[in-house]
């Protein structure tokens, strides 16, 4: 069974970068029938799609966040990982990393449990 | 960029009635549709993709339909452990806009 978790610091200073990494088991982010990407919450809010990535190293991001978001993956350590920069209280939030399927449309078929990332 | 609006944003239902939540794209999306479920404190559950197709596991009395600009949930007997939030996630151009929710709350 497929199983994400999100790792790294609670608590962020405004302005430094926030870094995340997703360990992945029970499937290989090298399979080629699947991409991976991040959302995250804020307290009390919606969820925001972050950006993707697929096995090759190709990514796409939402628009308002690509200037400051970077996606990288470990084929080695099948892990995934994901920086904001310059950071502000408004990125406070959970951050969850997830599995895209591409099989009947696009959707996000498993998640981690998420991480609470405090910018303070 | 499409946009994803739901309704309504809370809907107050008793244990055993049914639901029904709507979203709506701002252009045709075709079928490509997911919702899913969120509990406090839980990561999002899917629990239909492509408009209409039950995610694994999860239970009948979840069903999509849809297709273009309007898409439904339909719950047809709310379970205690079906008061949550759902969500709708539509796939554009690169690009994966969520609805911004509604909360099934008890009446």
């Known amino acids: 069974q497929l199983q994400l978790q999100e790792s790294g610091p609670k608590l962020v200073k405004p302005s430094e970068t926030l870094s995340l990494t997703c360990s992945v088991s029970?499937?290989?982010?090298?399979?080629?029938?699947?991409?991976w990407g991040w959302v995250r919450q804020p307290p009390g809010k919606g969820l925001e799609w972050i950006g993707s990535?697929?096995?090759?190293?190709?990514?796409f991001h939402k628009p308002s966040l690509r200037s400051r978001v970077t996606l990288s993956l470990d084929k080695s350590k099948n892990q995934f990982s994901l920086t904001l920069s310059s950071v502000t209280a408004a990125d406070t939030a959970v951050y969850h990393c997830?599995?895209?399927?591409w099989g009947s449309g696009w959707y996000f078929d498993s998640w981690g449990q998420g991480s609470l990332v405090t910018v303070s | 960029e499409i946009v994803m609006t739901q309704s309504p944003a809370t809907l107050s239902v008793s244990p055993g009635e049914g639901a029904t939540l709507s979203c709506r794209a701002s252009?045709?999306?075709?079928?490509?549709l997911a919702w899913y479920q969120q509990r406090p404190g839980q990561a999002p559950r899917l629990l239909i993709y492509?408009?209409?197709i039950r995610a694994t596991g999860v239970p009948p009395r979840f069903s999509g339909s849809g297709s273009g600009t309007e898409f439904t949930l339909t719950i047809s007997s709310l379970q205690p452990e079906d008061f949550a939030v759902y969500y709708c996630?539509?796939?554009?151009?690169?690009?994966?806009?969520f609805g911004p929710g509604t909360k099934v709350d008890v009446k």
């Open positions: 252009q045709s999306v075709g079928r490509n």
């Open positions: 996630l539509h796939y554009d151009a690169w690009l994966f806009p």
């Open positions: 492509g408009a209409s």
């Open positions: 990535l697929y096995y090759t190293g190709s990514t």
């Open positions: 997830a599995r895209l399927n």
């Open positions: 029970g499937g290989s982010i090298s399979s080629n029938s699947y991409y």
